[in-house]
């Protein structure tokens, strides 16, 4: 909004060019969302402290979380979407149909883990809606906003599939594009939601992913850098840069008030809505295989669940001491500081291998 307005002052103001520079815009969203973030963070833990707006601690969990958790405001997440919204708002093209694309992934995701939280507290229990209707709901969310990104594009191939380490394996989707999207936004949300358990553990990845792509979507958007890496060039991704970079400030701003010991906790709000963007911009830049490598943390979480479920209803045993895995190395005895960090080591080489898949091709 404040992008569309200063760019008709440029002729009159020569200086305001630097606001056409991806780059500079990039820093003022990181800096904005965390600015915001860290001003309104505290009034907000008070109110939801001072209105019982509590996370409902899982009674199978590790025993210590009773203790340590219980009274902890939860919904942090609408922090999170208030400092990303307001510096998308400000510093993004809202003529960017991808950068719109994003804003409404992260809005109606936000917004479907706000209800969840919501049903979470006022029964005062760890199971929310059901799964079921949770998942039908993000489904729906995906189709239409995925639909609306393939008719509103200019990008002819946005139904390609493209492979890292590979020069020309690429895979025309086709109709198919649009449930691989969508399982590429679904998984992704519910993927981060599983992960985050810990104080801190998803939040840190969410950050490393986004670093990734805010340069990911920076060269794909720029016709020079994209041609030097091989990778496709795709016109305007270069503007999910300011997205991905209002994703690091809120998150860091977050980070904050979430470092053990957490003094709010981000809940479906937050987790639902980060997850969800992740795979948005995913997408929106034809690195969803990377997206899975940089966030790797995140697939394993996801895969330990489906693993343990599995097993459980096949052969009545369980893999893991407790699903998701973090939680089966608290009850291996280690301490939650040291899953959270070692958890967070594995998410920094993913993210640099996801980095170098640029290069080795």
């Not at 060039?233 to 010991?261: K, R």
């Not at 640099?352 to 080795?360: P, Y």
Request: aromatic share 14%; net charge positive.
């Amino acid at each position: 909004m404040l992008y569309n307005f200063l760019l008709n002052f440029v002729e009159y103001f020569s200086f305001l060019n630097v606001f056409k520079y991806i780059t500079f815009r990039t820093g003022l969203s990181v800096f904005t969302s965390l600015f915001i973030v860290l001003v309104i963070g505290s009034p907000f833990i008070k109110y939801f402290s001072t209105r019982k707006i509590l996370n409902p601690i899982r009674s199978d969990g590790p025993s210590d979380h009773i203790i340590k958790k219980i009274g902890t405001p939860t919904m942090g997440g609408v922090i999170i979407l208030f400092g990303l919204l307001a510096a998308v708002i400000l510093w993004g093209d809202l003529k960017n149909i991808y950068l719109i694309f994003c804003i409404y992934i992260a809005l109606t995701f936000g917004v479907l883990g706000a209800y969840d939280d919501y049903i979470k507290i006022k029964f005062n229990n760890s199971s929310g809606i059901s799964s079921k209707l949770k998942l039908l709901i993000q489904i729906i969310l995906s189709i239409i906003g995925i639909s609306a990104l393939t008719y509103f594009s200019d990008y002819s191939e946005i139904s390609n599939l493209y492979f890292p380490f590979f020069k020309n394996l690429i895979i025309n989707l086709g109709w198919f594009f649009i449930p691989f999207g969508v399982f590429v936004i679904v998984g992704s949300s519910n993927a981060v939601n599983l992960t985050d358990g810990l104080d801190g553990l998803a939040t840190v990845p969410v950050i490393l992913v986004a670093a990734c792509f805010a340069f990911i979507s920076y060269v794909t958007g720029n016709i020079v850098f994209s041609d030097y890496l091989q990778i496709p060039y795709i016109e305007g991704t270069g503007e999910i840069s300011i997205f991905c970079g209002a994703v690091i400030g809120s998150c860091l701003g977050f980070l904050w008030f979430n470092a053990p010991p957490a003094k709010i906790f981000m809940g479906d709000t937050g987790s639902l809505s980060l997850g969800g963007s992740l795979g948005a911009v995913g997408i929106i830049t034809k690195h969803e295989i990377v997206l899975a490598i940089t966030g790797g943390l995140f697939v394993l979480e996801a895969v330990s669940v489906m693993v343990q479920v599995i097993s459980y209803k096949m052969t009545g045993k369980r893999v893991f001491k407790m699903a998701p895995i973090h939680h089966h190395f608290e009850k291996k005895g280690w301490p939650e500081s040291t899953v959270v960090i070692r958890f967070w080591i594995i998410s920094i080489i993913l993210a640099m291998i996801g980095l170098a898949t640029l290069k080795l091709r």
